[in-house]
Each structure stands twice: as C-alpha cells, then as structure tokens.
C-alpha cells in the first residue's frame, strides 16, 4: 500500500496550460484537504495566469527536476499536465522522487514507458492516479453501477464517443502546436480527444479486450495524425465495442456519448441524462441529474485516495490498458492515409 498524507495535500503543477484552468477550481474547491503550492513552466505568462487564479503567489520553477530537489518534503504530490511526450519523463522523476502523481491522459506515449512507470511507482510506494476525469460523469458513474447491479444483464455491445469539428481558422489550436506533432502528440486525435471514450468503453466493458481493429482518417486537421477514428474491439467477455471520435465532424444526430446494450435491456445517454430501456419496453425511462465538474471530483478523489491510502479509481494498469488499445488501433496508419 502506498504511504498515506497526513493533512492537507500539497500538489506541484507541472505544466499551467489550458488545460489547468479546471484542475485550479478542483484545487480552490477542495482546499481544505488538497492544495497547489508550486508551479512549473517554461511560460512565465502561463505560471502568472494560474497564479492570478488560484489568488496566491506561489513558488515558480521552469524545470521540474529543479523543483523536485528544491522543494523536497514542502510537496506531497505533483499534477501532470505537460504535453504528451512529457508525461512518462515527468512520472519517472516524481516517483523517483518519492511524489504520489497525478497525470493528465495519456499517462505516456509508448508501452515501454508504460512498463518502466508501473515499475517505478511499485518500487517508490507512491500512488499513481491516471487522469481519465470523465469516469466522473453522471451518467457514466451511473451506468457502470447500474450494468453492475445486472439492470441489463450480460453486456453484448457498447459504444462509446466523442465527436466535434474543429474549424480550420486563425484560433485553430493544432498548427504549428506539439500536437500537430506525431513525435511529441504520440499520434492523432485518438491518443488525444479519443482516449476518453476509450477508458470510458474499457470501464464499462469491464473486461479485457482480445480482438482491437482500428480505421483511423484524416480529413481537415492540419496535423501529422489521424484526425478522426473509428475503433472496433472483441472483448473476453464476449461483448463488441464500438468507439467513434473526432475533430472532424460533430456527434452523429441523435446518438449519445454512451450506449450499452446486454441481454435484459439497454442504457445510453449523455452529460447529465441517462435512459434506460429494458427488453420489451417501447420507450425508455429517462434520468436527469444535477452536473458535475468532472476535474473538480478528480481532483477530489485524487485526495481522498492520498488521505486514506486506497487506490484511486484508475491507476497504472487502466492507463496502460487504454493506451494499448489506442496503440492497437492506430497499427498501419502510416498505409492508411
């Protein structure tokens, strides 16, 4: 078991792009058991922006090993959120440094870094929390408990996706970006967009996939990698997923983030609705419920599983699980396009 913390969490971002915005109303609305009090970026203005919000000065570094020594026992933890190709180097330092993590997704780029950090956090006794913040969605939560409780009994198909188009314009934000990168990206739009409804279709199948067939396009991005994908998976279980993502088009009309379907009936929805339709049934029952800042229980939990030493919902093997499967997929892309 990893070491527990005592008190309040004491994190250091590294890496205060845009994408910390939410992770910083996480850490403002948690205070009293998690809080930021460093940061890390080659951006000055990027550090200043994410200090202006939180509404405190904090100590600044530009290199991560440098805040590592530095900062030694005045940190417990540390939130990744450093372009891809970053994130496997970053989760190495930190657990070597004795730091439980928190790693935005991907948690790395290949499976050998994936196999050298479940490595290095066994070996360190941290805790490793992979960032897949939209398991805290309503209506996923909500059906995970209820495919578990058997409401639709042995799963047969399930589909899960995420789709918007994003317009080829000055405020584009993949020119010229390290996303526009293969080598720095780790791939296209499934490693990126795609890999949430990839770790949302491992968490609902609950099993382990045997058969993963990928068609990957692109069609409008201004990057090396795939713009759009369209996966199919076996599972051991028996069950055919189904995973559709892009930055190409929007959501197919009248189709929904999940879908799942098992021998008794079938659940779909999206955000905050949920339906339920059982066997027989001609109309679905519909659930609304209230919204939830998925960063802001990630970070939640994040503490909570610091707090208590439990394992954090998922960790080293899910990340690598839904990295594998990414990696699968995008085999023969390169004859593809």
């Given at each position: 078991?990893?070491?527990?913390?005592?008190?309040?969490?004491?994190?250091?971002?590294?890496?205060?792009?845009?994408?910390?915005?939410?992770?910083?109303?996480?850490?403002?609305?948690?205070?009293?058991?998690?809080?930021?009090?460093?940061?890390?970026?080659?951006?000055?203005?990027?550090?200043?922006?994410?200090?202006?919000?939180?509404?405190?000065?904090?100590?600044?570094?530009?290199?991560?090993?440098?805040?590592?020594?530095?900062?030694?026992?005045?940190?417990?933890?540390?939130?990744?959120?450093?372009?891809?190709?970053?994130?496997?180097?970053?989760?190495?330092?930190?657990?070597?440094?004795?730091?439980?993590?928190?790693?935005?997704?991907?948690?790395?780029?290949?499976?050998?870094?994936?196999?050298?950090?479940?490595?290095?956090?066994?070996?360190?006794?941290?805790?490793?929390?992979?960032?897949?913040?939209?398991?805290?969605?309503?209506?996923?939560?909500?059906?995970?408990?209820?495919?578990?409780?058997?409401?639709?009994?042995?799963?047969?198909?399930?589909?899960?996706?995420?789709?918007?188009?994003?317009?080829?314009?000055?405020?584009?934000?993949?020119?010229?970006?390290?996303?526009?990168?293969?080598?720095?990206?780790?791939?296209?739009?499934?490693?990126?967009?795609?890999?949430?409804?990839?770790?949302?279709?491992?968490?609902?199948?609950?099993?382990?996939?045997?058969?993963?067939?990928?068609?990957?396009?692109?069609?409008?991005?201004?990057?090396?990698?795939?713009?759009?994908?369209?996966?199919?998976?076996?599972?051991?279980?028996g069950a055919l997923g189904e995973i559709l993502t892009s930055w190409a088009f929007d959501?197919?009309?009248?189709?929904?983030?999940?879908?799942?379907?098992?021998?008794?009936?079938?659940?779909?929805?999206?955000?905050?609705?949920?339906?339920?339709?059982?066997?027989?049934?001609?109309?679905?029952?519909?659930?609304?419920?209230?919204?939830?800042?998925t960063f802001t229980a990630e970070i939640g939990h994040f503490a909570d599983a610091l707090?208590?030493?439990?394992?954090?919902?998922?960790?080293?093997?899910?990340?690598?699980?839904?990295?594998?499967?990414?990696?699968?997929?995008?085999?023969?892309?390169?004859?593809?396009?």
């Amino acid at each position: 078991m990893a070491k527990r913390v005592n008190g309040v969490v004491r994190v250091a971002l590294i890496g205060t792009g845009g994408i910390t915005h939410p992770h910083a109303r996480g850490f403002l609305h948690h205070k009293d058991k998690i809080q930021c009090v460093a940061l890390c970026d080659i951006r000055e203005e990027a550090m200043e922006a994410r200090a202006k919000q939180l509404g405190t000065d904090l100590p600044r570094y530009k290199d991560w090993k440098k805040l590592l020594k530095e900062m030694g026992d005045e940190i417990d933890a540390v939130d990744i959120c450093l372009p891809h190709y970053l994130h496997g180097p970053a989760i190495l330092d930190a657990a070597a440094a004795g730091k439980h993590i928190l790693c935005e997704k991907p948690m790395c780029i290949s499976l050998k870094e994936a196999d050298a950090i479940e490595r290095a956090v066994k070996k360190a006794g941290v805790t490793y929390m992979s960032g897949h913040n939209q398991l805290f969605m309503p209506v996923v939560r909500e059906a995970k408990k209820m495919i578990d409780e058997g409401a639709i009994g042995e799963i047969r198909w399930l589909r899960s996706q995420d789709c918007f188009r994003v317009e080829l314009n000055d405020k584009n934000p993949f020119r010229n970006s390290w996303r526009a990168k293969l080598k720095t990206q780790g791939g296209g739009e499934l490693i990126d967009t795609g890999y949430h409804p990839s770790y949302r279709l491992l968490y609902l199948a609950n099993s382990k996939p045997t058969m993963i067939r990928g068609n990957l396009a692109r069609f409008m991005q201004p990057i090396e990698g795939d713009d759009t994908a369209s996966v199919q998976v076996r599972f051991a279980n028996g069950a055919l997923g189904e995973i559709l993502t892009s930055w190409a088009f929007d959501n197919p009309h009248g189709s929904h983030q999940i879908h799942v379907i098992g021998e008794k009936g079938q659940i779909f929805g999206s955000e905050n609705t949920l339906y339920y339709l059982p066997t027989g049934f001609s109309e679905p029952s519909k659930r609304t419920f209230e919204p939830v800042e998925t960063f802001t229980a990630e970070i939640g939990h994040f503490a909570d599983a610091l707090r208590n030493g439990t394992r954090p919902i998922h960790s080293v093997e899910e990340g690598r699980a839904v990295l594998e499967l990414i990696l699968e997929a995008a085999k023969g892309w390169d004859k593809q396009k």
